[in-house]
């Protein structure tokens, strides 16, 4: 791992006044990248130890960073079952010490895993064919590109869904561009580009459907600011969490052209704390999502909720429902809205080590044609 990745990971620089607080912060930090092992038996975890000052340089003291490198790499086979997706297979490869750059001297070099690693860049290879969703993805991401404060990310991927009553294939490329403002801002501008190709429709299936049959191209540009203040971004315990976004998207061949309006706000409050330091935590979220235009959007760019967006619902199972084509009379298949809104409370205790958790739930929220609550659903349960 280059040096350099400590040096950015921290908020200590020459001829700052020494803060406890950031080193303290910067042990956090450390951490959190998953570059650096953790405490534990054999290893000691980010060690940050302030200097005795010299007598050479009175005022001014040096801060020694010791860290040891860990496993940032790995490649994991699965199967899984969901509501949502069905019957899926995996094959996943994933590193976030990825260094595009270093490529192999040799064969025996890349097979020892001494190649592609070192510069912190996030990468990720993704093949999952399933009985309803597959997708095959490859994406690669610099957080500090070029050593700076912007991030650049980009992707390509294939997904194909086989949904009840029609088949839906994507094929697209995203890329981000991002900047950070201190420790708890970043903002960012993305770009997208997607073929979409809608078939095997269903004779009673929504009028909606037959609107976009064939092929449709998406371009869409987009623009987001979030604050985060959460402890840990992969499992928070505390902290704040919120996202800002718009998005202009145009689909070309349907001449649909509209805007996506986006807010998030999440809270983490730790409740409990038990003697291996394993804390309950209780979340609290609140999100909104917004199409000014009226029937702007098509079926396969509308808001939806329901299944992991909103539990004990099916998936996309909230909200307006469509005409058959067959009869012209309302269907039970529902086709998305302009309008959703989401509120959860979601109290989490930990069982078993890091693995296995308990939750209690309230999920509510309505997706609509117009900005209304009229459908407002609620639902609880346990998990």
């Known amino acids: ?17 020494l803060d406890a607080t950031k080193i303290e912060e910067g042990k956090r930090r450390l951490l959190g990248s998953r570059i650096f092992a953790a405490p534990g038996i054999e290893t000691f975890g980010p060690r940050i130890t302030i200097q005795p000052e010299s007598s050479d340089y ?6 020694l960073v010791e860290v040891e490198e860990t496993n940032t790499s790995r490649i994991g086979f699965g199967a ?7 019957l899926a297979g995996t094959v996943e490869l994933t590193s976030w010490n990825f260094d ?5 001297d040799s064969f025996s070099e890349f097979i020892r895993g001494r190649a592609f690693r070192g510069a912190g860049q996030n990468f990720t290879l993704l093949l999952s064919p399933g009985t309803q969703t597959s997708v095959y993805s ?4 610099d957080p500090h ?11 390509a991927y294939y997904r194909q869904r086989l949904f009840r009553q029609y088949d839906e294939d994507r094929i697209g490329a995203r890329f981000r561009v991002g900047r950070r403002f201190g420790t708890q801002w970043v903002g960012a501008i993305g770009v997208r580009a997607e073929s979409i190709n809608i078939s095997n429709i269903d004779n009673n299936a929504p009028t909606d459907l037959y609107d976009v049959e064939g092929d449709s191209i998406i371009t869409g540009l987009s623009g987001t600011l979030t604050r985060t203040t959460v402890d840990n971004r992969f499992r928070p315990t505390t902290g704040t969490r919120t996202e800002l976004g718009v998005e202009q998207v145009g689909v070309f061949g349907d001449d649909y052209d509209f805007t996506k309006l986006t807010a998030e706000h999440t809270v ?20 909104s999502a917004w199409i000014p235009q009226d029937d702007e959007a098509p079926i396969f760019e509308r808001l939806y909720l329901g299944g992991r967006s909103f539990r004990a619902f099916d998936f996309r199972g909230i909200g307006p429902r469509g005409i058959k084509n067959n009869t012209g009379t309302l269907g039970d298949d529902h086709i998305g809205g302009d309008f959703s809104f989401f509120a959860g409370i979601e109290l989490e205790k930990p069982l078993w080590k890091d693995i296995l958790a308990g939750v209690v739930f309230i999920d509510s929220g309505t997706v609509s ?3 209304s609550f009229d459908e407002y659903r609620v639902s609880a349960g346990l998990g």
């Open 369 to 371: 044609d117009d900005l």
């Open 268 to 287: 983490f409050v730790p409740i409990d704390e038990d003697y291996l330091g394993r804390r309950t935590v209780l979340s609290l979220k609140v999100g």
């Open 1 to 17: 791992t280059q040096d350099r990745i400590v040096h950015r990971t921290l908020d200590l620089r020459p001829e700052q006044y």
């Open 58 to 63: 009175p005022g001014y003291r040096d801060v």
């Open 138 to 141: 490859l994406e690669i991401s």
């Open 100 to 104: 595009l750059f270093d490529t192999p």
């Open 80 to 86: 899984s079952v969901s509501s949502d997706l069905g």
């Open 145 to 155: 590109a070029f050593d700076t404060d912007y991030s650049l990310g980009g992707s």
